[in-house]
């Protein structure tokens, strides 16, 4: 084997070392990062609700 041949192969070993240290430790995407915290949102505020419905009123008319 030639040195350039040794050189070629132990800069493939330490290349793919280099690439594997930063898949695990960069962030890539999603992965290697804190999830994000879920957005809270403040409850609206409460509608009084609609009175219930009641029976038809019944007045008193005076006879004439």
């Known amino acids: 084997m030639s ?18 240290v930063a898949v695990v430790f960069g962030p890539i995407g999603q992965y290697g990062k804190p999830p994000k915290p879920a957005k809270v949102e403040p409850a609206p505020a409460a509608v009084p609700a609609a009175p219930a419905p009641r029976g038809p009123v019944i007045k008193e008319v005076p006879n004439q």
């Open 3 to 20: 040195s350039e041949s040794v050189g070629g192969i132990l800069g493939a070993i330490v290349a793919a070392i280099v690439l594997a």
